[in-house]
């Protein structure tokens, strides 16, 4: 198990809770009418996305997925802005023109979440040969879920990392169901895992909700990587607390089945194990938990006193130059 | 005298001068390497330009697709080849929803400069599956733009300006127009996206056409002149934007319009431009309805005589400019 | 917002306009400041400016048309803009219109043109729509009414080409009644272009078929002098006088007077100048002869100006040479010429017709001997001067002698004066014109 440092424990354990309290307070907000369209929170997986981008260095790149609010977090968005971009406002980060799944910050390495399920997977491939062909040791980690490690996408870009050997860390994270249809019917983690060396390339499969276990599977792919070795893939094993969008009824998994993994919460998993450790006590823990629901609270102020986008500009933005 | 070369060394010739003056640019598809690309465009290419830059893969085109967009996406100039049009209904969603769509659903904060280059249109025998022509599809698509090409003089230039326009180009060729002679310049030179030409000018009549149909209207043109028939051909050259302007004017002044192109004719493009005619200033002027001369309502068959007669003709050409001209419609 | 475009006063005393002619058509963008028309008022033709810039639409005043002075009869609309509340001047012209157009029709009075045509043809008058609001119903109207004019509703029944409906919006041609060479008898604009050429070339069809008078309609100018001499006639009691006069030492005078305007290449002086101020310089004697009736006054002018009747190709106009009695022959003779030539060419101002308090009508140029002259309202009299003709007369001794003779007829208002008023006036007068020389007495 790897060690870090206290700094860096507050600094997970911070991000962890902000998505968290990100999740919880886009999910209020859409209750109350706030938010148009829908969305699809990743309360339960805040592992799997902290753990990965802790291995990134700032000016890497990840390709996200429409359940990437905790990627997006994770990554150093400003949360202002990404909760400006969920009411739709002109000042989001995309505008108002994308919404909750289509987030991104090209300029900061955040290429974007993705309306497809794998639509971001062959893009990772394209990434990953400019990556190489720009030669600045730069590598993408290109996220997706069980549900799009069914498509056709999925193989045809693993056949086409290999091929390139492009300096991309796939990580799937496995939350055990595509929409409604279970993962287990057709796989599971550790069979995802060894597809990869049908592409020729290393895999593993982590416990998601293990944040050191995530960390350190996937510093290691990225490592692996960077070295110019090739891609490679990690699959974490988690769980998603809600229905997969808004009008979710649950009716394709048992509230037993959702308790068990919810006792198994990646923060509080985490919570234990540093204060056992000694590396941070209640009061570090009761204080980072506050700061998180502060920015969230200030984020979701910003939002909504910011504007509304001009309708004039309708169609603005579609072809470069704008 | 400027020398002449074919259709497809005008292609390839644009694509060695770009990569040859911008190191962001590079070429990938299937066979586009070792074996020069299925219709020997990207001959030689590969050892120009090795291995690092000219991407051969595997039957992908979702992949191919996904990858040029991707690429792009971080700076990169990437032009992605699919062997023929009709497989880009599997690549369709990286060019539809991604390729298309990210610079505005990020709020403009993203760019795409990708070509999508593939050979469409029949004539070759290659019957149900290698024979079709989607350019329709793809101008219904806000974020692309698609430019059709006639001759080796406009291909070179349009695909230059393709590779260095910002946006995801679908640049589609015609399989039968690789093998045409045209005076091509040796220097690389750009035409402008979203511009038409008048091919030839008339007064009697307007043919809008596009790809193979504009060299079968020419010819058509030539035969009716004898005949005192003088017959105005413009060729849009960019689908998607298109240049309203130089057809409206035309359809003016003849007051009588044929459109004709390969694809089918329900739903196809050919619609498009005669509402674009329609609701214009070229409205009052019409003599006559509007029509189109295009692609019958079935697959490519394969039998030769079939295959014919399923797309215009230049004897059908000929024969439907009469009866406007004739005032028979 | 629609701007109105009115019939405008540019007189003082003017109550009504006269269309002559439009200079732009319905539909037809305008600036302001642009001519869109052209009236009269007495007998000056006026340019209308167009009074905004838009599109000119509604023309409800078509030439010939007498409109009361602040009548709408047009409109200039911004683009996409429809005319406002009421019907276009083309849907009045429609056939199923109710009620209130028959009985605007029962009251609707129409020219006398209007009526010979209307009745040439069987037309009853009720049915023809005049054209503008308080228009009568014109010749125009009845024409129209016979050909069918173009609207859009007999548009919708035609086949034909959307050039070949321009084409006809443009030129206000009723599609019903062109030939269509397209198929299944579609109408082209060819079509169209060819109906007009043939317009253009034939009688209009309402001509009847035997060769009929030439029809000049009584506008502008010419129906202006018509009321007028109808009212003149009609209302002011004549008297009149005729004098010989004796012009040997008149002709000598000219010739001095022409000797020296010769030698300085000055204007030469015509026997009407002198005129002009031999009767003024008389005038100033014989105040009743210089005045106007208004109601119950008599108002002696101070001003002695005198108008100069001028032959038109199709009328009459009367321009005045102000205060003549104040200026010299010569000064007179380069004023009338100006005046004459100003007045055939049409461009003589308001001012110039304004203002006379004497007219002198001289028909001498062409051998008239002697005639009598109606009076130029609201002066009291009218002096008519025949040609100078050599006669055989007596003289004082009772030998026949030739002499250079010219009778001369004044007209005068009764009401003001009196025949012997007159009479010392014309013996006053022509003692003057027989020794000029007693002007300077």
């Known amino acids: ?322 | 005298m400027v020398r002449e070369i074919t259709y497809l060394e005008a292609v390839r010739e644009a694509m060695t001068q770009e990569m040859e003056r911008d190191k962001r640019v590079f070429l990938i598809g299937e066979d586009v390497g070792k074996y020069g690309g299925a219709f020997q465009v990207s001959f030689g290419m590969l050892e120009k330009f090795g291995p690092e830059r000219i991407l051969d893969t595997p039957i992908t085109e979702l992949g191919i697709a996904g990858a040029a967009t991707g690429a792009a996406l971080i700076g990169m100039r990437p032009i992605a080849e699919i062997m023929f049009m009709d497989f880009t209904t599997l690549a369709s969603e990286q060019l539809v929803n991604q390729a298309a769509k990210l610079r505005f659903m990020f709020g403009g904060r993203a760019t795409v400069p990708m070509v999508l280059r593939t050979p469409a249109g029949s004539g070759t025998g290659a019957a149900e599956h290698h024979s079709q022509s989607f350019e329709n599809w793809f101008v219904h698509v806000p974020g692309l733009k698609v430019v059709m090409p006639t001759t080796p003089y406009d291909v070179k230039g349009l695909l230059i300006e393709s590779i260095r326009d910002d946006n995801p180009v679908i640049f589609i060729e015609h399989k039968l127009l690789y093998k045409t002679k045209g005076a091509v310049p040796e220097e690389p030179y750009t035409i402008p996206l979203g511009k038409a030409d008048v091919k030839r000018e008339g007064r009697d009549l307007t043919i809008v056409a596009t790809s193979i149909m504009v060299q079968r209207s020419l010819e058509a043109a030539e035969q009716l002149a004898k005949d005192g028939i003088d017959v105005e051909v413009v060729d849009p050259r960019t689908l998607r934007p298109l240049d309203t302007e130089t057809i409206v004017q035309s359809v003016k002044k003849t007051g009588k319009v044929l459109i004709v192109h390969e694809a089918v004719k329900t739903g196809g493009f050919g619609g498009e431009l005669a509402a674009v005619i329609a609701e214009s200033e070229a409205f009052g002027y019409l003599e006559a309805p509007i029509i189109r001369l295009a692609g019958r309502e079935v697959p490519i068959p394969y039998n030769r005589e079939l295959e014919y007669h399923a797309v215009p003709q230049v004897e059908n050409i000929v024969e439907k400019v009469r009866e406007l001209v004739g005032l028979k419609v | 917002m629609a701007k109105e475009v009115i019939m405008p006063k540019v007189d003082m005393d003017q109550e009504t306009g006269t269309v002559v002619e439009w200079r732009k058509k319905n539909g037809e963008h305008v600036t302001a400041g642009e001519i869109i028309l052209v009236i009269e008022t007495d007998k000056v033709a006026v340019d209308v400016e167009s009074p905004g810039t838009g599109i000119l639409e509604g023309i409800a005043a078509q030439p010939g048309d007498v409109i009361p002075i602040g009548t709408v009869i047009a409109y200039l609309l911004s683009e996409g803009e429809d005319l406002p509340g009421r019907q276009t001047s083309a849907s009045n012209l429609d056939q199923e219109t109710p009620v209130l157009k028959e009985e605007k029709t029962f009251r609707q009075p129409a020219t006398p043109l209007a009526k010979n045509v209307a009745a040439a043809h069987g037309i009853d008058l009720k049915t023809v729509v005049p054209s503008g609001i308080g228009a009568k119903i014109t010749k125009a109207d009845v024409v129209a009414k016979l050909q069918g004019e173009y609207s859009e509703k007999t548009d919708r029944k035609v086949y034909a080409s959307p050039a070949a409906r321009r084409t006809g919006r443009e030129n206000q041609v009723d599609l019903t009644r062109v030939e269509g060479s397209g198929p299944k008898g579609r109408i082209q604009a060819t079509d169209v272009l060819t109906f007009l050429e043939r317009q253009d070339r034939t009688e209009l069809p309402v001509e009847p078929q035997s060769i009929g008078p030439e029809v000049i309609p009584l506008i502008g100018i010419r129906r202006t002098i018509a009321e007028r001499m109808t009212a003149n006639y009609q209302n002011i009691p004549h008297i009149k006088f005729t004098s010989r006069v004796i012009m040997t030492e008149f002709a000598a005078a000219r010739i001095k007077l022409n000797e020296r305007a010769t030698r300085f290449d000055e204007q030469k002086i015509s026997a009407t100048a002198m005129l002009v101020k031999l009767v003024a310089a008389t005038l100033a004697r014989h105040p009743y002869l210089n005045s106007s009736l208004k109601e119950n006054d008599i108002l002696l002018h101070r001003d002695i100006n005198i108008g100069v009747a001028v032959a038109l190709e199709n009328g009459l106009i009367v321009p005045v040479v102000k205060n003549a009695d104040k200026k010299g022959f010569a000064e007179i003779a380069e004023e009338v010429n100006d005046l004459s030539t100003r007045a055939r060419a049409g461009k003589l101002t308001n001012a110039e017709v304004k203002g006379g308090t004497f007219t002198i009508s001289n028909l001498g140029p062409f051998g008239i001997e002697q005639f009598d002259a109606i009076i130029n309202a609201p002066e009291a009299a009218i002096l008519a001067v025949g040609a100078t003709q050599f006669e055989a007369i007596p003289d004082d001794d009772g030998i026949i002698k030739s002499y250079p003779v010219m009778r001369m007829t004044l007209s005068a208002d009764h009401r003001i004066v009196d025949g012997a008023v007159a009479a010392r006036f014309m013996a006053d007068l022509k003692t003057i014109l027989e020794a000029p020389i007693l002007t300077a007495y």
């Open chain 1, 1 to 322: 198990m790897m060690k870090i440092t206290k700094e860096r424990a507050l600094y997970y354990l911070l991000q962890m809770c902000q998505i968290r309290a990100f999740e919880e307070q886009a999910e209020k907000s859409y209750m109350a009418g706030k938010i148009h369209g829908t969305m699809h929170l990743s309360i339960g997986q805040e592992a799997s996305a902290v753990g990965s981008l802790a291995a990134l260095e700032p000016d890497d790149y990840i390709l996200s997925t429409h359940r990437g609010h905790g990627h997006c977090i994770a990554k150093g968005a400003d949360l202002n802005l990404m909760m400006a971009e969920f009411y739709g406002k002109a000042n989001g980060y995309c505008r108002g023109r994308g919404g909750s799944m289509h987030i991104a910050d090209v300029a900061h390495g955040n290429l974007g979440a993705n309306g497809v399920v794998g639509g971001g997977i062959p893009m990772a491939v394209g990434v990953g040969i400019g990556l190489k062909m720009q030669n600045e040791g730069k590598v993408l980690i290109s996220f997706f879920g069980d549900g799009a490690a069914s498509t056709g996408a999925f193989h045809e870009s693993m056949e086409l990392s290999t091929i390139f050997q492009v300096p991309v860390v796939y990580v799937c994270e496995n939350n055990q169901y595509a929409m409604s249809f279970p993962v287990n019917k057709w796989t599971n983690s550790q069979r995802l895992a060894s597809f990869a060396a049908c592409y020729g390339m290393p895999g593993k499969a982590v416990d998601g909700n293990d944040l050191l276990a995530v960390l350190e599977a996937v510093s290691e792919a990225v490592k692996y990587t960077r070295s110019g070795k090739g891609p490679s893939l990690v699959v974490c094993d988690t769980y998603r607390w809600r229905g997969h969008s808004k009008s979710d009824r649950n009716r394709y998994r048992t509230q037993e089945e959702i308790d068990e993994w919810k006792s198994k919460d990646p923060i509080e998993r985490f919570i234990d194990y540093t204060m056992n450790k000694k590396l941070l006590t209640e009061h570090d823990v009761e204080n980072v938990k506050a700061q998180a629901i502060e920015d969230i609270e200030n984020a979701r102020l910003f939002a909504e006193s910011s504007p509304d986008p001009d309708v004039t500009t309708l169609e603005e933005g579609v072809y470069a130059p704008w």
